[in-house]
C-alpha cells in the first residue's frame, strides 16, 4: 500500500505540537494530576512495512503553572515526551516536545488543549512510555507505562483502521490545518466521554482494499453494546465499491436515551456474493457516556434498552470444519486457539452459548487472522495447527495429558518455535530445566521439572507480561533436602 493512498500531513519524530480549545467539560476519565493529563493513540495503514500510530493527548490550561513569558505576558510551558521500546530494547524511538500556552483570564471556564502527533512504527510488540512535566513547576510532573501492540495492514481483503471517537469532522480542503487527514479535519475526543449538551457519539475510521473486493458492494455495519456484551443497537449500509484503497467511514449516533455507564462500539464490513467468499474485518472501542438525565434507570439497573442479542464474532458464516461439531467438541477447539485471542475474544467467547454461536465464533476467529483469504486454504490455521499437533507429541505429562494445555505448549503457540532450547536433564544436584531463546525478540524462557515427572513449569521469561523470578535456578532447579 502506498503512502500516498492516505492524505494526512505527517511529518515523522518532527511533527509539532497542534493546539485547539476543546470545551469538553472537566469530567475526564484517566486524568492524572491536576493537569488533567490523558493521552490515546490509534493505528492506521501506512505503507507494506510500517503503521501510522496517531498520538492524541489532552490537557487543562488551569493546571500549569504561569510566569513571564520572554515575549511578554504570562505563559505556562508543558513538555510532554513519549518513548518506544521494541521487543529487542535497543535504539528506542523518542519523541518529546515543549508547548507554552497563554495564561487564562481570571475566572475563565477551564480549556482543554489537544495535542496531536504521527510516528510511523514496524508492526510488533512496544513498550511505551508517556512522560510530562509542568516546566514552570516541576512538581507537577507523572508518566505512565503501556504496552503497544503495532498491527500490520498488509494482509489482502477488507481491513479496518482503529475506531477514533471524534467530537466532530468537518469537509475541509484546508490542507494546512493541524487536524486535517482524508479530506476533513477531525477533532479528537481523547476522553472517548459523551456528554451533555451533545449527546451524540461521532466517530471515524478508514477502510483498506474495498477497491479489491470481487463483489460490486460491500456492507459496513455500526452496533452499540453495553459493558456486559450485549447489543442494543445496529444498522448497517451497503456502500458500493470504490475505485481508492482507502475510503473512510464517518458516523454519528444519538445517544440522549442511553444511561451512563461504559460503552463498545463495534464496526464490522464484510462482503459476499454468489460465487464471491465472505471477506470480515471488524474493530471496536470502549467509550462512556455522562447522562444525568438517566439516573433513574441506573438506580433501576436497567440498561439502554432491551438488547437484540449478545455481542459476539458470530455473524460470519460458519465455516465447514466447524459445521456439525458438538458444543464439546467446539469448547476443545477454542481451548487449543485461546493463546493467541485477545482479551475482547475472550470475554466475548465466556458468554457464548450453544454450538452454532460458538462455530460462528471460531469461524470468524480464524477468518480474521487469514493472510490470504483468497485462497481456500487457511495457512494461519493450519501452521497453528501443525504447532498444537508437536506440542501433543512431546510435552503430554501427567497433568498435561493434552501437551498443549502444559506450559511449554502455550509458549510454543503463542510465540511459535524457539531459536535455541538449552536442555539440562542430568545435571549434577539439579532438577530438569529447559531454558527458551527466541533470540529475533531477546525473549528467554525458563522451564523447570520441580516434580520430575515430566511436567515442566514455566518459572522464569524475559518477554513483557510473563513470570519473572531471577532466582529460579536456586530456588526451583536445585536439589536440597526442602524440597
Request: charged share 25%.
Amino acid at each position: 500500500m502506498s503512502p500516498s493512498m492516505i492524505l494526512r500531513r505527517f511529518l515523522p519524530l518532527a511533527a509539532v505540537m497542534f493546539l485547539s480549545a476543546a470545551g469538553m467539560g472537566p469530567a475526564l476519565r484517566a486524568a492524572t494530576g491536576p493537569m488533567h493529563f490523558i493521552y490515546t493513540y490509534h493505528q492506521f495503514a501506512y505503507d507494506d512495512t510500517l503503521t501510522l500510530v496517531e498520538l492524541n493527548v489532552q490537557f487543562s490550561d488551569h493546571g500549569l503553572s504561569y510566569r513571564a513569558g520572554e515575549r511578554g505576558g504570562m505563559v505556562g510551558t508543558l513538555y510532554t515526551r513519549f518513548i518506544f521500546r521494541d521487543s529487542v530494547g535497543k535504539n528506542p524511538i523518542v519523541i518529546d516536545w515543549g508547548v507554552e500556552v497563554p495564561q487564562p483570564q481570571a475566572g475563565a471556564d477551564p480549556q482543554f488543549m489537544l495535542g496531536s502527533r504521527l510516528v510511523a512504527l514496524r508492526p510488533g510488540h512496544y513498550t511505551a512510555q508517556v512522560y510530562y512535566e509542568d516546566l514552570a513547576d516541576p512538581k507537577q510532573r507523572d508518566s505512565a507505562d503501556f504496552a503497544l501492540d503495532v498491527r500490520p495492514f498488509t494482509r489482502g481483503g477488507i481491513q479496518l483502521s482503529d475506531i477514533e471517537i471524534v467530537t466532530e469532522a468537518t469537509w475541509s480542503q484546508d490542507t494546512a490545518n493541524q487536524f486535517y487527514k482524508n479530506g476533513y479535519v477531525v477533532m479528537p475526543n481523547v476522553a472517548s466521554l459523551v456528554a451533555p449538551p451533545f449527546l451524540v457519539l461521532n466517530s471515524y475510521i478508514e477502510l483498506y482494499n474495498a477497491d479489491k473486493l470481487p463483489t460490486g458492494e460491500y456492507k459496513v455495519r455500526y452496533m452499540l453494546a453495553d459493558k456486559y456484551k450485549n447489543i442494543f443497537f445496529e444498522k448497517e449500509y451497503t456502500r458500493p465499491r470504490t475505485g481508492s484503497p482507502a475510503v473512510v467511514e464517518l458516523n454519528s449516533l444519538p445517544l440522549d436515551s442511553v444511561p451512563s455507564g461504559e460503552y463498545y462500539i463495534v464496526v464490522k464490513s464484510y462482503a459476499d456474493g454468489p460465487g464471491a467468499p465472505t471477506d470480515t474485518a471488524m474493530v471496536f472501542r470502549s467509550f462512556t457516556i455522562s447522562n444525568p438525565d438517566m439516573a433513574t434507570m441506573i438506580a433501576m439497573g436497567k440498561g439502554p434498552a432491551e438488547a437484540t442479542r449478545k455481542l459476539d464474532l458470530a455473524a460470519a458464516v460458519i465455516d465447514p470444519i466447524y459445521a456439525g461439531m458438538r458444543e464439546e467438541e467446539l469448547t476443545e477447539e477454542y481451548a487449543k486457539a485461546k493463546y493467541i485471542a485477545n482479551e475482547f475474544e475472550k470475554e466475548l467467547w465466556e458468554g457464548l452459548q450453544g454450538s452454532e454461536a460458538k462455530a460462528r465464533f471460531l469461524s470468524s476467529f480464524w477468518s480474521v487472522r487469514d493472510l490470504n483469504p483468497e485462497t481456500p486454504e487457511n495457512e494461519a490455521r493450519d501452521n497453528y495447527y501443525k504447532l498444537v499437533e508437536e506440542a501433543r507429541k512431546l510435552y503430554r505429562a501427567p497433568m498435561a495429558q493434552k501437551g498443549w494445555d502444559s506450559d511449554r505448549g502455550r509458549i510454543l503457540l503463542q510465540y511459535g518455535k524457539p531459536d535455541g532450547v538449552e536442555r539440562h536433564i542430568q545435571d549434577f544436584n539439579m532438577r530438569p530445566y529447559e531454558i527458551w531463546h527466541y533470540s529475533s525478540v531477546n525473549y528467554d524462557f525458563v522451564f523447570v521439572d520441580r516434580s520430575e515427572t515430566g511436567l515442566y513449569r514455566l518459572m522464569h521469561s524475559t518477554a513483557p507480561r510473563e513470570s519473572k523470578h531471577e532466582n529460579w535456578l536456586v530456588d526451583y532447579a536445585t536439589m536440597n533436602k526442602n524440597n
